[in-house]
């Protein structure tokens, strides 16, 4: 699997060296173990955590620039902020969970894999984003989920600095792009690319969203708990 996973990393221009290659795994073996008690992820054969987890986190690694930092909304079990991290010992990571389960989990991870400058936070983005230890202080916000874009751009807007990037990680859907342009304008944001692409060794389609900051998200949003889910911003 090994071999594998540096043939499928070098396909998105990216070489893993042996120190990477046994972090991932460690990751995967504490990933799997965990899982057995709390409910990290459904993905539990290791080709599927190759490829629809690590690889697919790493996707986003070439949009990420040098010594930048990075919050992740919505991490889960660490998704891709600790695969990027593993491969970029430059830049400095927020980790990001409404639910302490997962913190602890995260926790135990950048212990068990020793890296540098990355912490995992136990609030909701909507909290977060109100909080001046976070709010505009990152270069980049990422998130993969399954809630809608202009739900997302809520959630992650208030976290950028302006000329930061918000690399929103979705599945093939144009028609929601569309649907949250105005949103995203309110937000201070704008789409600056969308790249579609199919994960390598799969036929999943993937898209990769950019969102750039281009002036301060007004201080009434991110709404409280609940409402960016519950009333988008149409």
């Not at 919505?74 to 990571?93: C, L, M, Q, S, W």
């Not at 995260?106 to 909701?124: M, P, W, Y």
């Not at 389609?205 to 900051?213: D, F, T, V, Y």
């Amino acid at each position: 699997m090994e071999i594998l996973f540096k043939e499928l990393a070098s396909k998105i221009n990216i070489e893993l060296n042996e120190n990477q290659i046994s972090n991932f795994f460690k990751y995967k073996n504490v990933l799997l173990e965990t899982n057995k008690y709390i409910n990290l992820t459904a993905i539990t054969e290791e080709r599927d955590i190759i490829v629809k987890h690590f690889i697919d986190s790493l996707t986003i690694n070439k949009y990420i620039t040098q010594n930048s930092s990075l919050i992740d909304v919505g991490t889960g079990a660490g998704f891709p902020g600790i695969p990027i991290k593993i491969i970029r010992e430059d830049i400095n990571v927020v980790l990001i969970d409404s639910l302490n389960k997962r913190i602890n989990f995260l926790n135990n991870v950048t212990k068990e894999l020793n890296l540098k400058n990355i912490k995992a936070v136990h609030s909701r983005a909507e909290d977060a984003g109100q909080n001046k230890e976070f709010r505009e202080k990152f270069d980049f916000v990422t998130a993969r989920a399954v809630s809608n874009l202009a739900t997302l751009s809520e959630l992650c807007l208030p976290f950028l600095k302006v000329n930061g990037i918000f690399i929103c990680m979705k599945g093939n859907s144009v028609e929601e792009i569309e649907n949250a342009e105005k949103a995203i304008s309110i937000l201070g944001g704008k789409i600056i690319s969308v790249e579609k692409f199919v994960l390598p060794d799969s036929n999943i389609e993937r898209n990769i969203i950019l969102i750039k900051k281009i002036k301060e998200t007004p201080s009434k949003y991110p709404r409280k708990a609940g409402l960016p889910s519950k009333q988008p911003i149409q």
